[in-house]
């Protein structure tokens, strides 16, 4: 319970603790505490409100039977709190929750236990499936390089090959003046000129 007592700008909150110990709390208002009574106040002469002493009775009767009531179902709360904790603590509850507890136990184990196992097949499927796509990458990389070689080899023929058969036309010591008579018995004019399409549009006489 709580009452406001209100004055010159200053009200103050009285706090009914339940143990009837009475809290005061200052709060201030608008005005500060140094301001001067209002005009309209000046001279004013607070009276308080009349109280009914037949009502003051029934309130106070009320509220002590609102302690009465309050306190007593306090305490059946109270005694009902510590009469569950001691059956859960050393009664049959215990018991029960000590077996329900082994029982949760044991089948989260064989939980576990299941559940360990399915880990490990697929782990053991999954290594599996790595292996043999590591060993058949391994495979077609060797395959790869094998016909990478063979094909350098291929080029490396066809090159010799190309070679020697240039070399039946190269110029030596033996055939100098064989190729010297033949260049001059048929002589070549390469100052010419071709179109677009590569034929040759025009071609000057050998002097």
């Known amino acids: 319970m709580f009452q406001v007592i209100g004055g010159r700008g200053?009200?103050?909150?009285?706090?009914l603790a339940p143990g009837r110990a009475v809290l005061v709390e200052?709060?201030?208002?608008r005005k500060s505490r140094t301001d001067t009574v209002a005009k309209s106040k000046q001279g004013r002469i607070k009276v308080p409100p009349p109280v009914d002493p037949t009502e003051m009775v029934v309130l106070k009767e009320r509220y002590a039977e609102y302690e009465m009531i309050t306190r007593a179902l306090r305490l059946e709360f109270k005694e009902e709190v510590l009469?569950?904790?001691?059956?859960?603590?050393?009664?049959?509850m215990a018991e029960e929750r000590s077996r329900q507890e082994a029982e949760e136990h044991r089948a989260l184990m064989a939980f576990n236990d299941q559940e360990n196992l399915r880990m490990l097949q697929q782990r053991v499927v999954r290594i599996q499936m790595e292996?043999?796509?590591?060993?058949n990458k391994q495979v077609e990389a060797a395959i790869e390089r094998e016909l990478q070689q063979q094909e350098f080899i291929k080029e490396k023929e066809r090159e010799i090959l190309k070679l020697q058969e240039d070399a039946k036309n190269f110029i030596t010591l033996e055939n100098l003046d064989q190729r010297i008579e033949e260049a001059l018995d048929s002589p070549k004019n390469y100052n010419f000129a071709v179109d677009k399409e590569g034929r040759v549009v025009k071609q000057t006489m050998l002097q």
């Open 26 to 29: 200052a709060v201030r208002g």
């Open 10 to 15: 200053v009200q103050v909150t009285r706090l």
């Open 131 to 135: 292996k043999e796509e590591a060993e």
């Open 83 to 92: 009469r569950k904790k001691y059956e859960e603590e050393t009664g049959s």
